[in-house]
């Protein structure tokens, strides 16, 4: 269950995102998100925030981000209609091809952001976390770009289980850190990199690779990733002839979706996320947190998290390592809060089978983060036949083959 609002409150809150009022001066996003850290961090934050305000919107910063995301990371990514998968769902199906993004899905629109902001800060090394490596390949490729030294946190179990990541990064000359502490994943390796901050926030800028943590995070990677919606909106009125009836993508710590979603808020286009489900409804078995969590503070920020009735914060699983966090990003929260999106989940088989059905009929291989939204779309075209859908295709499957081969090709010539 999300935070309660009063009916009022919350229509003041969504018109106020709508406007692009949010987050706050606190950086809240209504009753979420905010900053809850340790005095030592402080700096560091405040820091960057400020770096965020004076650049972030400076003409000369957005035309050198803009410059690099048509030239380097190959935007605008396609619209495509997916004509043979509408055929079988009896609706209209458009794909945002974040896939076709260099390094192969929508985390590389973040980190070159951050890495040239690092730059105009003056930092001399970027740090990174990352859990399956995607974010922490992004990262170390950006700061190849832009020249700075790479440091990625990842922890030793996810080391262990995603070798050629690690190989991958080290190649495009990151060093890469293993984080023996916590729970040796992903959230250790958010801590670890936090505390290496701390001993040089001049220094050091810490390039988070998702819509989380503590203000100006959830914000600064919003407005990168809003070049997601912003493209598709008038990729679907020039190509498609209107704006979507659904929009859906997949939600692991939001940015993907926050991207494609806040572009759309004033639009009359519902909008889903769709989480991990993972293998059953049971604390542990998923990583649905704005589907099945409650409220409370998570690496910095008040948002939705899955934890027990002690507040003890809760391992998750799902096939995808990409959606395997317990919380989630604070304005999710809020939209969720609002009534304006709605969270759902999908699960791992259903996810597995949705990826097939692309391939088969589409010729894309997407990633299994991804494959969420797609199941979720599919059961969504059943109740509502003709109507028009636009997902997000946040990146492809290629990473995910090792995964793959454990689970034969179900469907046999699904062309026939
Ligand atoms: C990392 C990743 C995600 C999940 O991250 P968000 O911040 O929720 O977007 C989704 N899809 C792909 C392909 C990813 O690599």
């Known amino acids: ?4 609002l009063q009916a009022d409150e919350a229509r003041a809150l969504l018109q106020a995102s709508i406007n692009g009022e949010l987050p706050d001066e606190r950086g809240r996003f209504g009753p979420f998100g905010g900053r809850y850290i340790p005095e030592t961090l402080v700096p560091a934050f405040e820091r960057l ?4 305000r004076e650049y972030l919107h400076d003409d000369e910063f957005q035309q050198e981000y803009r410059r690099e995301l048509r030239e380097w990371v ?3 990514t396609a619209l495509t209609h997916a004509r043979r998968l509408s055929e079988r769902w009896g609706t209209d199906v458009w794909l945002k091809r974040e896939d076709l993004a260099h390094t192969g899905a929508h985390k590389i629109n973040n980190a070159i952001g951050q890495a040239l902001l690092a730059k105009r800060l003056g930092a001399k090394r970027v740090i990174a976390e990352t859990g399956a490596g995607q974010h922490g390949v992004a990262s170390a490729a950006a700061c190849a770009r832009v020249g700075l030294p790479c440091s990625v946190y990842m922890g030793a179990v996810d080391i262990e289980r995603q070798a050629p990541n690690v190989d991958r990064m080290q190649r495009l000359g990151a060093e890469v850190v293993a984080v023996e502490t916590g729970d040796k994943t992903l959230r250790a390796a958010i801590d670890e990199a936090l505390r290496k901050w701390v001993t040089d926030p ?3 800028y810490y390039l988070l690779g998702s819509a989380v943590g503590a203000h100006p995070y959830p914000y600064l990677v919003r407005e990168l990733q809003s070049v997601i919606g912003v493209e598709a909106r008038q990729q679907m009125i020039d190509q498609a002839g209107g704006l979507p009836d659904v929009a859906l993508a997949c939600v692991g710590g939001g940015s993907n979706a926050i991207g494609l979603f806040y572009p759309l808020l004033g639009d009359d286009v519902e909008l889903i996320g769709v989480e991990a489900g993972g293998t059953g409804d049971g604390l542990g078995e998923n990583a649905a947190t704005l589907a099945t969590g409650t409220p409370g503070v998570l690496q910095g920020s008040y948002t939705m998290i899955l934890q027990d009735d002690d507040g003890q914060v809760q391992e998750t699983h ?7 966090y317990s919380g989630v990003g604070p304005e999710h929260a809020l939209l969720q809060a609002t009534g304006r999106v709605t969270y759902v989940s999908a699960t791992d088989s259903d996810s597995l089978a949705a990826l097939e059905e692309l391939c088969e009929t589409e010729g894309i291989l997407t990633a299994l983060e991804t494959s969420h939204a797609y199941a ?3 059961e969504w075209s059943k109740k509502n036949p003709g109507k028009r859908i636009l997902i997000g295709n946040s990146g492809r499957g290629d990473k995910d083959m090792p995964t793959l081969t454990k689970f034969p090709v179900r469907i046999a010539n699904a062309g026939t």
Not at 1 to 4: D, E, F, L, V
Not at 49 to 52: D, I, K, M, N, W
Not at 318 to 324: E, K
């Open 1 to 4: 269950m999300s935070a309660q």
């Open 49 to 52: 925030e400020a770096g965020v």
């Open 74 to 76: 190959g935007r605008p």
């Open 202 to 204: 001049s220094g050091i």
């Open 318 to 324: 799902s096939i995808s390592a990409g959606l395997d």
């Open 376 to 378: 979720y779309a599919r």
